[in-house]
């Protein structure tokens, strides 16, 4: 049972580059996000869609795209990466109905130099 | 907007009772979850209640909620050196959409 699997696991930018992360799941969920996780901050919502070719912003929303044209898939991307967007980004879905149980991937560790 | 806090660490004996608190804002969640984060891990979903129960029991957790306060607390019984984790607090509400927000997370460390 693959669930929600996330791609690359590990990559080093540097600053400027750009790069997508890549979360597909196989659950037929409608609801998918992205969320950074960072020492002492706990987890922060990127962006979210609530289903195919629909997203929306987050709490952290700035220096990031997404794209969601597939049900199965969630896209994020980094135009320019910065040093401020080292972090390890989580992509999670959900049937989006109660009691909205979150399903994780593994992380993606990214580290921007 | 929705705030949850939580204490960012804890330390417990093998075998003793761990209990994580929480605190939240957002008078109109539906769910409230403990999410558990193991080293190099995603999150997993440990438990959750249904904003209208007291309390609810699952084997060697309790997870108690008073609304009132709006505190919710897990308790685990007989911790074991593999609950060593990160332990999440979120509530659940709709705002448009049905959202999560989480607190910064419980390291809980047990010691043999």
């Known amino acids: 049972n693959a669930g929600v699997t996330q791609t690359p696991k590990f990559r080093v930018l540097k600053t400027g580059q750009s790069m997508t992360l890549l979360c597909a799941q196989d659950m037929n969920h409608e609801y998918m996000y992205w969320y950074r996780q960072d020492p002492g901050m706990g987890l922060r919502l990127i962006h979210y869609?609530?289903?195919?070719?629909?997203?929306a912003k987050g709490e952290v929303p700035d220096g990031y795209n997404v794209s969601r044209l597939k049900k199965q898939n969630f896209l994020l991307g980094l135009e320019s990466a910065a040093p401020s967007q080292t972090s390890v980004y989580f992509c999670?879905?959900?049937?989006?109905?109660?009691?909205?149980?979150?399903?994780f991937g593994e992380g993606s560790r990214l580290t921007v130099l | 907007g929705e705030d949850v806090e939580q204490s960012l660490f804890l330390s417990v004996r093998e075998g003793d009772s761990s209990v994580i608190n929480c605190t939240y804002t957002d008078s109109s969640s539906t769910y409230l979850y403990w999410y558990k984060q193991e080293p190099g891990a995603g999150l997993q979903l440990l438990t959750y209640?249904?904003?209208?129960?007291d309390m609810k029991q699952d084997q060697r957790l309790t997870v108690l909620l008073n609304k009132k306060d709006k505190h919710l607390s897990l308790r685990i019984a007989d911790t074991q050196t593999g609950d060593s984790a990160i332990y999440f607090c979120a509530e659940g509400a709709w705002a448009g959409s049905y959202q999560l927000t989480f607190g910064k997370g419980t390291k809980l460390s047990v010691i043999p």
């Open positions: 209640i249904f904003s209208n129960m």
């Open positions: 999670a879905s959900s049937t989006g109905r109660g009691p909205g149980e979150l399903f």
């Open positions: 869609s609530v289903g195919e070719g629909t997203t």
